[in-house]
């Protein structure tokens, strides 16, 4: 679960939304600001927000923005909810008479948030941050405003370094927003290293100075006394880090008396926020009250140890033996596989009968001592111990409950202040009836773990159990019927567009089309908004990025695109409102095809707006674009292919002599990564979007269109090296193996380097791939594509990438029958939204109508599959060739 997606999801009940637009309906409404963030705007001094900040800038003479350095030393402060007020204010007292420029967040909502336990440990505690012009002024704030801020206090702001014991700290990082590629192939924000290269302005959630920049002696005593810091006293050692969170981490130790393995679990003070406003360390007192009324039970770890260290409260318990439930899916589910062996289904029922059994006797006993344990979910249910034979005839397994800082007594029958979204209990549900809310959801997740669904409509249990009744047809009905009707009692509290709609999900089989197209193009087109500047359509969150709104994959250019690929007609106010806001594009706006401004002047080229798309590649080619990283995603793969294409449809050469310019880079990147970076341990990515796989089709494209041979040789390569990063799981399908997960996907797994693949197969018959056998190569794609179960249904990381991917490929046993299973099972993730068909975004808690994640990008799907006479199809691939 990425818990960056949490925050997004509070604001409005169907779609991501930012924080600051929370209300009921989704409509921006004033969030409480502190007193400060009214104040005038002071005389020469200008004001901006952008929801999560409130800048302020001096101005010169002419009006302009004052320029300052572009990185240095940095201050930040941060703030408790209590003395956030009087930190604001002081700041602004102190930095306008002096000219400094300085940031802060606006209101004590965001600022909840910024604090809370799933908030980014890299931002977490930043409430204020000041721009020194240079060392010795920063020094000087350090000192000055340090004295002034004394006694008031803050959670400790990881990435940085404390000045004293204050709110005060300090790193050396960006000012002005640059963009560089880290090594996953992500736009991150950047600095100039010691030779005046752009390399990534690291945020890792721990103090670090570059290396070619020296620490200023004025703060070497507070990096002493950091560092003075250490658990060598303490009688435990600390062997792994399992997890971390705002609040602290969780370690496995020794107690180094007697060896006993333990748990040591971290509480930071004012971090790791609840809803009810409690710290880490609050919750942890909560949890060690929780495990001692438990104590003897067996149902929970035993509490060993509770003591200080500076001023981190730390809970030493029990070791549990075991996984966490979650742990086992991969190894156990059935579906996970094209064809799925009656028998391991059988067996995986019964296996989930005694484990959800062994659960509900667990809770049971909890609350037979007066707890709710109020946080339920696969991953705080320990199966264990690891080397037990579940299998064994006879054989109960052992379950064992952990993370109890939500808990509460059953007395007070309180609501639920925190928990996993795919089990977080109705409004109405308070007390002990918050843990039976959960059980029953865990019955649904353990079939099919998908129950995020749940916070956008309870009503979707009803149609998951009907999809497990038929996949696991030895499930006892009374099993799920009893889990939907404690799901969905008492859901008139659902939202109002889902319960308005009555009636099934509409059906998106090949009869039904273009019934199910035109229902997801009336469901696109109700969400759209264009009254707002921030985005047209709600999809991924990632469209909150400067220029997000308007891409390919995650906003307007990408809904527009499969609008027009699919046939459906011309949605005008959508063009006219890209059009609108790409005159200019903001500032800042990445480059590439899938992300930025080469993919929005393509779309506009498709749909006849030519001298805007030649305005937005003069806007590309006046940034240092040969400094883009090789890929399709965001690269110079995506930006070549663009600017060749355009070059045919407007006749404009230069242009070709650039998308050539543009190859020749590419080309050198790939024989770099051969000569060098062929090692198994590599961190290199693969795929479609990210890996070499993109940079293939590229040079694939001016193969065609060139002849060169070169261009066919250096593609087959790249799509040597990807297949370097991909491994043959037991079952014969090929993923892509990223160290510590493997990917079947269309984006950044094995099935867009099965795309790319079939392409240069059809162009170079019986070409060598390192020795490798393609006719297999594509059958372990195929097997990867065809598996019975995927956890979303997006394009790039879900279900529609590898319909896409069925569509078009001519690989032998990629039958008509096969890609008919995926269009039905794509149906099981199928919700309404305004009575129309829509689908969940990335980690599905909230709908999405973008290309990449949501409602678009199942359309193009859809449409490549099902309508033979139009052949939707992404860009520069060739239209779909059926089984």
Known sequence: MDKRYEVYALADPYFYETPERLSADGKARPLPEFETARRAVPEGWRSDSNGEWLNLTPLERDGTPRQGPGQ??????????????????????????????????????????????????????????????????????????????????????????????????????????????????????????????????NRDPAFQVPEWVPLPGFLKPHFDARNATTVTDLPYRFEKALHFSNGGGVYRGADTRDGRTVVLKEGRPHAGLAADGADAIARLEREKAALERLSGLGVAPEVRDWFLIGDHRFLVMDHVPGRPLNAFFAERHPLLAPDPDPVAVADYVAWVLRIDAAVEKAVAAVHERGIVFNDLHLFNIMVGP????????????????????????????????????????????????????????????????????????????????????????????????????????GASDAPAATRGATGATPRIGPGDWPRSRDSMVKGILASATPERDDRLFPGDVAQFAIGGGLGLAHGAAGVLYALAETGAARYEQGELWLLDHTDPVPPGTALGLYDGIAGIAYVLDRLGHRQRSLDLVDRLLSEKWQRLTGDLNSGLSGVGLVLDHLARTTGESDLADLALEAAGLVADRIVHVRDTD??????????????????????????????????????????????????????????????????????????????????????????????????????????????????????FEGRAGMILHLARTTTPGATGARLAAQIDALGWLSMRYEGQLAFPGHQMMRLSMDLGTGTAGCLLALGAALDEERGAQLPFMPPPRRP
């Open 386 to 489: 690891e080397d037990t034979d579940e299998g064994a005839e006879g054989h109960e397994e052992t379950v064992t409950l952990i993370d109890f800082e939500a808990a509460t007594r059953a007395e007070e029958n309180d609501s639920q202040l925190l928990a996993h979204p795919g089990f977080w209990a109705p409004r109405d549900r308070t007390g002990t009836d918050i843990d039976r809310y959960a059980l029953a959801c865990l019955r649904i997740a353990m079939f099919l773990p998908v129950t995020t669904l749940f916070v956008v409509d309870r009503g979707k249990a009803a149609h998951l159990a009907e999809v497990i009744a038929a996949e696991f047809p030895t499930v006892p009905r009374e099993f799920l019927d009893e889990a939907v009707a404690e799901i969905t009692r």
């Open 72 to 201: 240095g030393w940095k201050i930040h402060a941060s703030a408790t909810r209590a003395d956030a007020e009087k930190i604001a204010s002081a700041v602004w007292d102190y930095c306008v008479p002096r000219g400094i420029p300085f940031k802060f967040v606006p209101g004590p909502h965001l600022l909840h948030l910024r604090n809370a336990k799933y908030a980014g440990r890299d931002t977490s505690g930043k409430f204020v941050t000041i721009y020194p012009a240079d060392e010795e002024r920063c020094h000087r704030i350090l000192e000055e405003l340090g004295e002034l801020l004394r006694g008031l206090e803050g959670p400790y702001i990881l990435t940085d370094l404390r000045w004293g014991d204050g709110p005060l700290y300090v790193r050396y990082g960006a000012f002005s927003r640059r963009l560089v590629a880290n090594e996953r192939g992500a736009l991150v924000t950047a600095i100039e290293d010691g030779e005046g290269r752009l390399v990534p302005d």
């Open 678 to 795: 062929r090692a198994p341990t590599s961190k290199r990515r693969a795929g479609l979007m990210r890996g070499l796989t993109g940079p293939a089709l590229f040079l694939l494209r001016l193969y065609e269109r060139t002849g060169s041979a070169q261009y066919l040789e250096l593609a087959g390569t790249a799509l040597e090296l990807d297949l370097d990063r991909c491994r043959t799981a037991s079952d014969g399908g090929l993923h892509v193996d990223e160290g510590w997960r493997t990917m079947p996907y269309l984006g950044d797994g094995s099935a867009g380097i099965g795309m790319v693949l079939d392409e240069y197969l059809r162009l170079a018959p019986g070409a060598d791939l390192g020795g490798r056998d393609a006719e297999q190569l594509r059958q372990g794609v195929l097997t990867a594509a065809t598996s019975r179960f995927y956890v979303q249904p997006g394009l």
